[in-house]
């Protein structure tokens, strides 16, 4: 590989660690990879000048950085004061990552950033598979995920998503690799991709890929031949699926460890061979194409043969089901009811469309968005807006809904910002269709769209990053060979920023966590030193303060962390959680004062008492 396009592939297979640290979810993840982005742009700018942007390519980078600084202007009216830095500090890293794209990626080089991404993608895949079907070497699926695949990402509906992404990716390049040792190590991950997604059990995951699908094959300008390449590999990981499927240990829970250990084994020797038979296709697909000279007559009739039976299948199924408007409002009773019972076997669970509790949530954002259209009530705020008026007592942190949850917290203009950024890669599908992996990049990019309309995708750096990246290659594809001029100051500028805030932001939350473990562990004097350290990096937050009190109380200074507690409640009143934890420690009408805030702030509390 020519060392120039290095660069481009590990930014691609920079999504690895992001991914595998539960998905980039927490907030000390956001640091190191804002400082990596950040850095990465800053210095490959100053190093070498990128080719000019479009004006496309600057719309993305400029609302991202946009929607940033609204969600940063917003700490000036939010109800969740704590909670605001934080999702700028997320958000940033996204500008920053947008700044590298432009700063590293070249338009010979796309190529090479999303077969990155796709390695990248792959590798993650690969290991969460592992991670079921070796559980004596791993641990034992976790249980608060019903036993749906989710590491190492963390949320199973993401990871299974992840895997939607690298499938996409993989149908291009098998089709348009040149050598065939590249089409090789691109068509045997594909069984590791369908069975992950699978054993996630998504409903959410499968229809993005559904709809990824529809993209790909609508974008490519070599559609016979993609779907000629497709075929036989979709064959041989259909086949994998459907063995996985039929396993009992692994797709029932309550399977004793030694029964899914031995599935998983047994699943594991099989999944070795359709790979083999996979990379295998890949190249003899290839060999074949060149031998067999389709007329062009051929190909138009098959495209019309392909769309005719998309149409008898559409309508046998209305023949079946009834009319459009009959299978919408089937559709919407089996949203809005609950989960089928899956009676231990999760296979059931994929044959329903229930929102499993979206539309309550939706609510609650959409009553956000009507308090205060314009702004919503800060970025951050949901989760305090459902704890204040949920339906029922299950914890929620996010809307499960990108473009909702943003209108609630930040209203008009912040949704307005971001589709700016989104849309921007969209709009230059019809010139960047030329280039070979262009449709692969774009289904996978609205398959992350598409999903993240209905979960919170968003929170998962990591997940968003790959996107990111598929949408980048897309933007990148419409350069001019001409250096970029003053254009050079925006991923140098814009990745030192992003540098210094996400280094800021890292030291505090790095104390944060540090003092967090220190309280788990009993080590309650460095848990006060790592408390008082994230207070010097953390002023703003109230998180600083509650862990000072936990310390405190260990300590065994109740008045003191009395005393901390409040500091916290001034700077974040509407915490209920900060209230409950001043019941705790108090007495008499203090106490009754408290519990009076947690009921105001969470009416269904189900203790009512605040132990």
Not at 303 to 310: D, E, F, S
Not at 471 to 482: E, F, I, K, N, V
Not at 546 to 560: C, M, S, Y
Request: charged share 15%; proline share 5%; glycine share 8%.
């Amino acid at each position: 590989m020519d060392a120039g396009r290095l660069p481009a592939v590990f930014l691609g297979l920079a999504v690895v660690p992001v991914l595998a640290a539960n998905g980039g979810f927490f907030a000390t993840t956001w640091g190191w990879a804002g400082l990596a982005a950040g850095g990465a742009a800053a210095v490959a700018a100053s190093v070498r000048a990128p080719s000019r942007p479009s004006r496309l390519e600057l719309a993305f980078i400029g609302g991202l950085t946009a929607f940033a600084a609204w969600l940063a202007l917003s700490d000036l009216w939010t109800e969740a004061p704590t909670q605001t830095p934080l999702e700028v500090e997320r958000t940033i890293v996204y500008a920053g990552a947008a700044a590298a794209i432009l700063a590293v990626v070249r338009r010979r080089n796309v190529t090479s950033l999303l077969v990155g991404v796709f390695a990248g993608v792959a590798a993650v895949c690969a290991y969460a598979l592992a991670t079921r079907l070796f559980p004596d070497h791993f641990g034992a699926p976790d249980t608060f995920s019903g036993l749906r695949l989710s590491r190492p990402v963390g949320y199973w509906n993401a990871l299974g998503l992840v895997a939607v992404m690298g499938i996409l990716l993989a149908l291009p390049i098998v089709a348009r690799a040149q050598g065939w040792v590249a089409r090789a190590l691109a068509a045997a991950p594909l069984p590791i991709l369908l069975t992950t997604l699978y054993f996630t059990f998504s409903r959410g995951a499968w229809l993005a890929f559904g709809v990824g699908l529809v993209v790909l094959f609508a974008a490519d300008t070599r559609r016979l031949q993609l779907l000629a390449t497709s075929a036989p590999l979709a064959l041989v990981a259909a086949i994998t699926v459907l063995q996985a499927s039929g396993s009992h240990a692994l797709t029932h829970t309550g399977a004793s460890a030694s029964a899914a250990a031995h599935a998983g084994h047994r699943l594991a020797a099989i999944v070795v061979i359709a790979c083999l038979v996979s990379a295998y296709a890949g190249v003899a697909v290839r060999s074949l194409e060149r031998a067999v000279n389709v007329p062009r007559r051929a190909a138009a009739a098959a495209g019309w043969a392909a769309l005719a039976a998309v149409a008898l299948g559409l309508v046998a199924v209305f023949v079946h089901y009834g009319s459009p408007v009959a299978l919408a409002h089937r559709a919407y009773h089996s949203i809005e009811s609950n989960p089928p019972a899956t009676r231990g076997d999760l296979n059931n669970r994929l044959f329903s469309l229930s929102s499993n509790g979206r539309l309550a949530q939706w609510r609650v954002a959409v009553h956000m968005f009507e308090r205060k259209p314009l702004t919503g009530l800060g970025a951050g705020s949901y989760e305090q807006e459902w704890y204040l008026h949920r339906p029922g007592t299950w914890k929620v942190q996010d809307a499960h809904s990108l473009y909702v949850e943003t209108l609630g917290e930040s209203g008009i203009v912040g949704l307005l910002l971001l589709a700016a950024a989104l849309v921007a890669p969209l709009l230059c599908v019809r010139r960047a269709r030329r280039e070979p992996l262009a449709a692969g990049a774009l289904a996978a990019y609205v398959a992350y769209l598409a999903h993240a309309a209905v979960d919170w995708d968003w929170e998962l750096t990591g997940v968003t990053l790959v996107a990111l990246l598929c949408g980048g290659a897309l933007l990148a594809t419409q350069r001019s060979d001409a250096r970029a001029g003053r254009l050079r100051l925006v991923p140098i500028v814009l990745g030192l920023v992003v540098a210094l805030a996400s280094f800021g932001g890292l030291v505090g939350n790095l104390a944060l966590s540090a003092s967090a473990k220190a309280v788990n562990a009993g080590n309650w004097n460095h848990a006060l030193k790592e408390a008082q350290r994230a207070q010097s990096w953390a002023p703003w937050s109230a998180t600083p303060w509650q862990r000072l009190a936990e310390a405190e109380l260990g300590l065994g200074d109740r008045t003191a962390a009395l005393a901390s507690y409040r500091t916290a409640t001034s700077k974040s009143p509407d915490d209920w959680r900060l209230w409950r934890e001043i019941a705790n420690v108090t007495t008499g009408p203090a106490r009754a004062e408290a519990l009076a805030q947690v009921r105001r702030l969470d009416p269904l509390d189900p203790t009512g008492s605040g132990n």
